[in-house]
């Protein structure tokens, strides 16, 4: 995360090594696009990652060990899987990788509808069509009064 702490990095990866695991650390300015796309699945806490897994169609663990409520919501939202005791992660995450439990694409679309507003390779043209009314009104408004 680009908020941790040096230190916190160099603990995380001297546990990951203890682990003899096959998690690998990626460096804080790195693209996380990349990484969700390369996943079979997110984990996260509260973070706007997890509505960038929903849209790549990646399944999403909110992770929430400190009897916190979830700052966002989205278990209740459906499209989310939420842990909320450690015993529960193991088995939950073996459930998600063989495809025993899934989000419907329904579900996952009236959310991208809900909040992503428009998804549809347009926005650079809403965004020239924003700036050229702007320009027009304060061109039309000089133009009055001069």
Known sequence: ????????ILELQKKVNYLNSTVIL??????????ILASDLVIM??????MEAIALEKPLIQLNLE??????????????FGVYS?????????????????ISDETREKYIN??????????????IELIEQCI?????????NN
């Open 86 to 102: 450690a015993k529960d992660l193991k088995p939950l995450v073996l459930r998600i990788l063989k495809n025993d439990l899934k």
């Open 114 to 127: 809900k909040y992503f507003y428009r998804i549809d390779g347009q926005a650079s043209s809403r965004i």
């Open 26 to 35: 990626v460096p804080k300015n790195f693209d996380t696009l990349y990484c």
């Open 1 to 8: 995360h680009p908020g941790d702490s040096e230190s916190s």
């Open 67 to 80: 009897n916190s409520i979830d700052q966002v919501d989205y278990v209740g939202e459906g499209v989310g």
């Open 45 to 50: 806490k509260d973070s706007t990652t997890g």
């Open 136 to 144: 027009n009104k304060e061109y039309l408004n000089w133009k009055d």
